[in-house]
């Protein structure tokens, strides 16, 4: 039996939509974020760095959810019907299963860090250290994110889906996008009409009813 070990409010989700998009047998363990956020230590019974996901298939422990949903594809999509089949699709298929942890994800959690310093410093320091960190969002963080979500508010104008049809490589992609999408509702109308399209299979949202995501900030 396949065990996913899910934690809350988390790129847990991914895997929960594919497994849920195979049509398989699994079961799930939650994991409550702690008051910092952080990912409780048990996680780390499972796998030493303790992050979120971790999949677990015959005594395999599977990290990255890059790897584990490329493990779920070849293992279990006999029907080749989450990956494309051209060699020009698959490309598109690699890079944005990458991009999506390699690129763009390092961005967003450098502007929650950011956004969380001033709360982790003493008072005194406070006015100091959100001076600083105004100005390594405003000079380096935002700019940067902005390229990005402009670089993809292009590409889904020109394309439904990241490599072809849906694939898991939009399973990849839409965490980050539904992020940006909460945060700047309808800004980028083909960033939000991607985020409509997947969200309106099935599969997402079984997951979201086996998902903790009702309790996400
Ligand atoms: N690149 C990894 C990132 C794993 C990761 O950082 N997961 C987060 C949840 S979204 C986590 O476990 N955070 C808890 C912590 O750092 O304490 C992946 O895609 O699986």
Known sequence: MITLHYLQCSRSFRILWAL???GMDYQVEYYQRTSSYAAPENLK???PLGKAPILVDNEEVIVESAVILDYLQQQYDGQQKFKPEQAKDQRQYSYWMHYAEGSLM?????TLVMNSVSKHVPWVIRPIAQKITDGVKSGFVRPRVKEHILYLEQYLGEHDYFAGAFSFADIQMAFPLIAIQNRLHGKYPNIQAFVQRVQQRS??????????NSQCA
């Open 20 to 22: 849920e998009e195979l």
């Open 203 to 212: 599969a997402f949202q079984r997951a979201e009813q086996k998902s903790l």
């Open 45 to 47: 019974n499972i796998h």
């Open 106 to 110: 390092p961005l967003l959690v450098m």
